[in-house]
C-alpha cells in the first residue's frame, strides 16, 4: 500500500491519531516485493526490525505455469475466447487490462460472446468491487475482468488461469497479477499476450521465466538480446538484480544504513513466425501446463 499511493492515509495512522510511536508499539509490514525504494520508506514506520525473507522473494511461486504468446492488438479478442473456450467457461479466470476504459469495454465484449463476467477497477464504488468479487468467488461469474486493483490482495485459492490481456509495463506488477494464481500449494496457469507494445519488459520477463523453468519462445530470448545490446551503452538499470527486496537494504554495502534522511521518490513490428499459429496444436499436451484441453487421461488440473 505504501507503494500504490496510501503512504498520506497510512501515515496519519501510524504517526497523528492514537496509535503507539514506534519504539513502543510492535509492527510488522508483509510484502510479496519489497524493493529498496520501499524498505527505506519503511524505516518510518518500523524500530530495529528484523527482515525475514521466505523463498524468493519477488520471484513467481513453481506452481504456476507461465505461458508468453505473441498476440497482435487485433487480435486479442479472438485469442482471448480460444482461451477461455480451451479452459472451460466455468474455470475461474482472471483477466487483466491496463485501464478502466478497457475494462468496461471487454466486460461488454464477453457478455455479448455470451460470457458470464464482470469487471473491476478504480471507478466502480466499494460495494460495486465487494459485489463483483462475491460474483467471481461463487462462480456465478467465473471471468473477472481487471485493472491493476485486484493485482494485490485478492486471495481466492480456486483461480485457475490468470491472463495478461494487456501485460504491465513493470515487472514487478507481473510478479503480483499471476500471484492470484497456484495460491494455497493450488496449480495454477497465467497467458501473457505480447506485442511490440511490450519491449520495455522484455528482459525482466525473460529473467522470470528462465528463473522459474518456465519454456521460453525463441522469439522472446532474441527480442531481448537486441533490447539488452541497445540499453547496454545507456547503463539501463535492471530493477530485477537483486532480486526486489529479497535482501536486507541495511545489509548492503555502501547503503549508510537507515540513518540518513528519506530520499525523494518518484510516484508518478515483428513478424515471420512466433512459433504459434497455423494449425499448431496449441491446447493439446504440448507443455502448456499438461493436458490443456482435458481431452487426455491426465487431469492437470486435478478435478
Known amino acids: 500500500m505504501l507503494d500504490m499511493g496510501f503512504e498520506p492515509q497510512i501515515r496519519r495512522i501510524v504517526e497523528q491519531d492514537t496509535m503507539p510511536p514506534k519504539g513502543i508499539r ?13 524498505q527505506i ?12 525473507a521466505v523463498g524468493r522473494v519477488g520471484s513467481t511461486s513453481e506452481n504456476i505455469t507461465q505461458k508468453v504468446v505473441w498476440v497482435e492488438e487485433i487480435d486479442k479478442r479472438s485469442f482471448l475466447l480460444d482461451l477461455l473456450n480451451a479452459t472451460g467457461k466455468d474455470s475461474l479466470t482472471l483477466v487483466f487490462v491496463e485501464t478502466k476504459k478497457g ?7 464477453l457478455y455479448r460472446e455470451g460470457y458470464a ?11 460495486d468491487r465487494e459485489e463483483a468479487l462475491h460474483q467471481f468467488r461463487s462462480g456465478r461469474c467465473p471471468i473477472l475482468v481487471a485493472t491493476a486493483v485486484a493485482a494485490r490482495g485478492l486471495d481466492i485459492s480456486n483461480v485457475k488461469h490468470v491472463i495478461n490481456f494487456d501485460l504491465p509495463s513493470d515487472i514487478e506488477e507481473y510478479v503480483h497479477r499471476i500471484g492470484r494464481t497456484g495460491r494455497v500449494g493450488n496449480l495454477g496457469l497465467a497467458t501473457s499476450f505480447f ?8 528482459k525482466d520477463l525473460l529473467d522470470i521465466l528462465v528463473e522459474a523453468k518456465q ?7 532474441s527480442l531481448a538480446y537486441e533490447h539488452q545490446h541497445k540499453s547496454n551503452n ?8 537483486g532480486g526486489f527486496g529479497a535482501r536486507d537494504y541495511r545489509q548492503t554495502p555502501g547503503s549508510g544504513g537507515f540513518n540518513s534522511s528519506r530520499t525523494g521518490r518518484n510516484t508518478g513490428g515483428h513478424g515471420g513466425n512466433r512459433g504459434f ?7 493439446g499436451n504440448d507443455g502448456y501446463g499438461g493436458n490443456y484441453s482435458h481431452s487426455g487421461s491426465v487431469d492437470w488440473w486435478g478435478n
Open 26 to 38: 510492535q509492527t510488522m509490514m508483509f510484502s510479496a516485493t519489497f524493493p529498496k525504494e520501499i
Open 41 to 52: 520508506l519503511a524505516r518510518d514506520f518500523l524500530d530495529d526490525y528484523i527482515f525475514l
Open 195 to 202: 506485442n511490440d507494445k511490450n519491449s520495455n519488459i522484455t
Open 103 to 109: 475494462a468496461d469495454a471487454l466486460e461488454d465484449y
Open 117 to 127: 463476467c464482470t469487471s473491476i477497477h478504480g471507478d466502480r464504488s466499494q460495494k
Open 234 to 241: 545507456r547503463g539501463r538499470s535492471k530493477r530485477f538484480s
Open 277 to 283: 499459429g497455423g494449425g499448431g496444436n496449441f491446447y
Open 215 to 221: 519454456e521460453v519462445p525463441s522469439w522472446l530470448e
